[in-house]
Structure formats: C-alpha cells, structure tokens
C-alpha cells in the first residue's frame, strides 16, 4: 500500500491566535518576530507528540517510587532551519527541544524562474543513523526550497519517515511534491491555502516571512 503525506493542521487557540497576527500587514516587525517564534513553539509541541524519543526509569517522589518516562538525551536530533526565515521560528522550537543540533542550509528562489538556488549548506556528510530531524520552513508554497532540502537531507542517510517539516502556511503545489517524493515525512502548519500568485506568494499567506521578520 502507498504512503500517503500526513498534514495536520492543529485546532490550537494559541495557533490561530498569532497566526492572525502574523497574517496582519498592520502587525510591526517586531510582534512578527514574536508570533513567528510563538508559532514556531506551538508547533514545535504538536510535532514532537509519539516523535521524541523516551527512555522508561524511575523517579522518588517525597511519598513513593514510581514509574517516569524521559527524553533520551542519546539519541540524535537535529533541526534544520532554512534560511532567511526558517531562522525566525527557531527560537520556538528551540524552547521546545533544547538538546537538539542545529545545521544550517540557505536556498534563494529565482523572481522570475521561482527555481531554487543552495547558497549555504552546513550538512554532515552523513547523519547518524536514526537521527530525528525537524525543518523549519514558513512558506511551503511552490515546493522548490523543501524539495531541495529533502534531497540533500535523505543523500546523507536521512529517514523521512523520521522527518517532521514546521510551516506557518502551506499550498498545495509544495504539499503535491512532497506526496509524490517523500510521502514518509509529516507536516504540521497552522493552515493550507488554496493558491499562489503569478509571482510564487502564497494567497492570502502572509506576504514575505524573512522581509517581515528581519525588517527588510
């Protein structure tokens, strides 16, 4: 049987509440900057639910001892921000998984052939076999810059199945590629729009997330 993408888009209050604010062409800089990183924790939070690792132990209460689940401090995790505005969520997810490593690639698309260009990439040659790896990615609108991502991720021995993507908005043109390419992955957005401009934007999206959290 096929895999098939899972996207979910949580019904949390607090998402919505500063996806609002980030959609809003009235919010300033930095309260943009604000709601990327509160967007970038709560679903953060969302992602890592059956995802993180956990170790079975004991722990003594004042009363008793009882049974507790930890995170494995061992196993490896990594997240990948895609620069420029995968790094305004960080802080985020940052709050939400501290002990992860963190590897840098930066992509530019093309005005006017919306392909992608890599400027920077920070990758291992080969990650650790089992490693859980998070991306964070704003705009996943024509599918060129995860894409991308994702081939030169799963070159080094990356699982996908092992993969979660963060996005505050997602299209259907960059969800229909990761379907057909990399199905295993799951995706965690706080919506999915309908369409995309003549010039790649997604509609309503939320206009350019690196100019509007950088002040650029």
């Known amino acids: 049987m096929a895999l098939q993408l899972r996207v979910y888009v949580p019904p949390h209050p607090?998402?919505?509440?500063w996806l609002a604010v980030a959609r809003d062409a009235g919010t300033p800089t930095a309260l943009f900057r604000t709601a990327?990183?509160?967007?970038?924790?709560?679903?953060?939070?969302?992602a890592a639910r059956e995802w993180l690792p956990t170790l079975d132990t004991t722990v003594k209460t004042p009363l008793a001892?009882?049974?507790?689940?930890?995170?494995?401090?061992?196993?490896?995790?990594?997240?990948?921000?895609i620069l420029r505005a995968g790094l305004a969520l960080?802080?985020?997810v940052e709050s939400?998984?501290?002990?992860?490593?963190?590897?840098?690639?930066?992509?530019?698309r093309n005005e006017a052939t919306l392909e992608p260009t890599c400027y920077l990439n920070k990758f291992p040659d080969q990650f650790e076999p089992g490693t859980r790896l998070l991306i964070s990615e704003p705009m996943l609108a024509t599918g060129g810059s995860i894409m991308t991502t994702m081939t030169e991720l799963t070159q080094r021995g990356i699982d996908p199945s092992?993969?979660?993507?963060?996005?505050?908005?997602?299209?259907?043109?960059?969800?229909?590629?990761?379907?057909t390419n990399f199905p295993a992955v799951q995706v965690y957005t706080a919506t999915i729009d309908p369409e995309l401009n003549e010039q790649g934007f997604i509609v309503p999206g939320?206009?350019?997330?690196?100019?509007?959290?950088?002040?650029?």
């Open 90 to 92: 960080l802080g985020g």
């Open 162 to 179: 092992l993969v979660r993507i963060i996005s505050i908005v997602a299209a259907p043109p960059a969800l229909q590629k990761l379907s």
């Open 96 to 108: 939400v998984i501290p002990l992860a490593k963190t590897y840098h690639i930066g992509i530019v």
């Open 36 to 46: 990327m990183t509160e967007l970038g924790r709560w679903l953060t939070y969302e």
């Open 14 to 17: 607090l998402i919505q509440h």
């Open 65 to 81: 001892t009882c049974p507790a689940k930890v995170i494995d401090a061992q196993a490896p995790l990594v997240v990948v921000p």
């Open 206 to 216: 939320l206009g350019d997330a690196g100019d509007r959290s950088f002040g650029t």
